[in-house]
């Protein structure tokens, strides 16, 4: 009797104790779903693999993953041979098929429609219909599992606070070998805030972003109503102030949007934008003055080609123009510069008309988590000969005020940011941010770095050593997670041995292009319906868009058009660009970028 009833009290706390699919039995993406309590089926519908666990390639699936070079082949070739990579350039019908195939191959990493979130880790409707919830590329681990990555590892995550001050936390500033600048550092923070808007009332797992994209909700307000607070209702233009003979953002006074300021910001210092914590960073604030002026500018040249227009239907053109621009920009410039290829990365959405492609996005945690780039922040700031730390910069927009966009531009175009990956170069003021990234993962039940490497189609690390490339952190990080298989996904990405010269590990990037991509090519503008002319108030509109750049942006909005770049130069630059705005060709001839040598060499 006594034996008997142990025997069904340790079948039942056995049964119950483990879900089968906590081992995460389902390899190439196949589908763990369990039968009864203890055992699971694998669902390899469409996977292109068979078999129990999805093991079993089918003859396609075996020739293309046999032929398919390593990523890290891939980006060699991409980031050497620069020689052939300008001819290749200069070809259109060879540009376009490889751009094609960028964008296609790493948008079909994504699912879409979207699926899991970070409550269910099964479909639903709910799941997908519920906004709020930013998605999942990878199903939460489940709560009836033995450890917190599955079955691997041990029982308790190492304390987080200790994994930064260990591994996270700056010793000295390493400088990003890619040469980013805080150029670059300021427009990551201020593009990714409009999609990564975390409702901290609700939880790491909800977005206030419910247009899950570039809508530029951090330029118009994510409401309609903070919309109106903030429009002049006269010519499609923003409400703006003059000061120091320039346009910067009104006061919330004037606008009566809510800011967040701590108690000391005078009210003259309370500027007001579309997001509500712009305020934290003159950085942000910069770029947030930028787009203000863009916005408006757009409007003039709009409302010369339609004077028949009114503010409600020049407002929404100018919307459509800086979405485009904001595209253009981000592809062209931004993941240029980070992606180190020579191959050029082209904006054009035609590529993508004859395949199947979803226009439609929904941000996911994971990619919010990996866009953590706090490394990135410098020491101090460095404006014009002025030094700030932290506590003198942050949510001071007198900084702005004092130098005005021309001389912060000049300024943060020269300051090196720091490298990413490779560990300890996260700056002690932001301690408490990586703790709460790491916390944030653990509350939604994030699976192993190496599920994400799978899920990605890479391979797994076999060791910490693999990971990291060296043996001091590795060895502790062994240690205190016991098994590579339990590594976790953000300080993995953070102590990741970068790829040679470069600002990031293999993981970032394998996941970040396609979520990327994806975000960028499946806006609404980029449908066949909507990329056409008239979408941008007509010819003129329409090739706002098609010309834009980071150097034009600031030419347009800035009184002595500064030269600008989204890394720093080797050489000096050569003092302000003169660059002729009205005409576009003009711009690609004496960018000065294009004149100097690039850092070729040592990539
Ligand atoms: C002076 C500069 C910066 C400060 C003081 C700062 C501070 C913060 C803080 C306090 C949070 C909220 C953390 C939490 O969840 O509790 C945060 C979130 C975040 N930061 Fe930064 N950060 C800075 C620069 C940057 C930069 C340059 C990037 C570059 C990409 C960046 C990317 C992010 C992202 C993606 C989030 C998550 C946003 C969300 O989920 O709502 N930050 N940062
Ligand atoms: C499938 O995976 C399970 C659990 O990891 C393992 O026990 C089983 O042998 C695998 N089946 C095949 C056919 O490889
Ligand atoms: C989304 O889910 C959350 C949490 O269950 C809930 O509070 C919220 O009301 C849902 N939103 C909608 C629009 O149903
Ligand atoms: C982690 O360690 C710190 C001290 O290093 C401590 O203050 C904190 O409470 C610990 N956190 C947990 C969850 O144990
Ligand atoms: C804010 O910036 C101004 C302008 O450079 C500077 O004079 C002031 O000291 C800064 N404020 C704080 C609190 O450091």
Redesign the pocket.
């Known amino acids: 009797m006594i034996i008997s009833s142990i025997a069904f009290l340790s079948l039942l706390v056995f049964s119950q104790a483990a879900s089968p699919c906590c081992s995460n039995p389902c390899q190439n993406a196949g589908v763990c779903v369990t039968i009864g309590y203890d055992h699971y089926e694998c669902d390899c519908t469409r996977t292109g693999y068979y078999g129990e666990n999805c093991t079993t390639p089918q003859f396609l699936t075996w020739l293309k993953v046999t032929l398919k070079p390593t990523p890290n082949t891939v980006h060699y070739i991409l980031t050497h041979f620069k020689g052939i990579w300008n001819i290749i350039n200069n070809i259109p019908f060879l540009q376009n098929t490889i751009m094609g195939y960028v964008l296609t191959s790493r948008s079909h990493l994504i699912d879409s429609p979207p699926t899991y979130n970070s409550h269910y880790g099964y479909k639903s409707w709910e799941a997908y219909s519920n906004l709020s919830y930013y998605t999942r590329s990878l199903p939460p681990v489940g709560k009836d599992c033995p450890t917190p990555m599955g079955v691997k590892g041990k029982k308790e995550l190492p304390n987080a606070s200790m994994i930064v001050e260990r591994f996270l936390l700056r010793r000295t500033f390493i400088p990003d070998p890619q040469g980013t600048n805080m150029m670059f550092a300021f427009f990551a923070q201020h593009f990714t805030h409009q999609f990564f808007k975390t409702d901290t009332k609700r939880g790491a797992a909800f977005t206030k972003g419910l247009g899950h994209g570039v809508d530029l909700n951090h330029v118009y307000g994510e409401s309609l109503d903070r919309q109106h607070k903030l429009r002049l209702k006269k010519d499609g233009k923003l409400k703006y102030q003059i000061l120091n003979g320039e346009v910067y953002p009104p006061t919330v006074k004037d606008t009566e949007v809510e800011m967040m300021y701590p108690p000391h910001v005078p009210e003259h210092l309370r500027f007001a934008v579309g997001h509500e914590v712009f305020g934290l960073v003159p950085g942000l604030m910069m770029y947030a003055t930028i787009w203000l002026r863009e916005h408006n500018r757009v409007c003039d040249v709009i409302a010369q080609e339609h004077p028949e227009w009114d503010d409600e239907r020049l407002f929404q053109t100018a919307r459509l123009i800086l979405i485009g621009e904001t595209i253009k920009i981000v592809i062209e410039d931004y993941v240029q510069h980070l992606s180190g290829y020579h191959f050029k990365l082209t904006f054009d959405p035609q590529l993508l008309f004859n395949q199947r492609f979803q226009y439609q996005n929904r941000i996911a945690a994971e990619f919010n988590t990996l866009y953590h780039w706090h490394p990135l922040l410098p020491d101090t700031f460095q404006i014009n000969k ?1 030094e ?1 730390n932290f ?3 942050l949510y ?1 927009n ?2 702005i ?3 005005g966009i021309s001389q912060m531009v000049e300024s943060f175009t020269k300051q090196i940011a720091g490298r990413v990956s490779g560990g300890r170069n996260v700056p002690a003021a932001v301690f408490r941010v990586a703790v709460a990234s790491i916390e944030q993962s653990r509350e939604m039940r994030y699976q192993s770095l190496n599920e994400y490497r799978k899920r990605f189609t890479l391979k797994p690390y076999e060791s910490f050593e693999e990971l990291t490339g060296e043996k001091e952190m590795s060895a502790e990080l062994e240690s205190l997670y016991g098994d590579i298989d339990a590594m976790e996904l953000y300080p993995g990405l953070l102590v990741e041995k970068p790829r040679p010269g470069a600002i990031f590990g293999e993981t970032m990037v394998e996941l970040g292009a396609p979520f990327s991509l994806k975000g960028l090519m499946g806006n609404a503008i980029c449908s066949p319906e909507y990329w056409k002319p008239s979408t941008f108030g007509g010819r003129v509109g329409f090739e706002i868009v098609n010309s834009a750049s980071l150097q034009k942006l600031i030419c347009s909005n800035t009184k002595d058009c500064p030269f600008t770049s989204f890394h720093v130069l080797k050489s000096k630059p050569t003092e302000t660009a003169t660059i002729n705005v009205s005409s576009n060709s003009a711009l690609e001839d004496v960018n000065p970028a294009l004149l100097l040598k690039e850092r070729s060499s040592e990539l």
Do not use: A
Request: aromatic share 18%; glycine share 0%; charged share 20%.
């Open positions: 002025r700030y506590q003198q910069f001071n007198s900084v005020l004092e130098h």
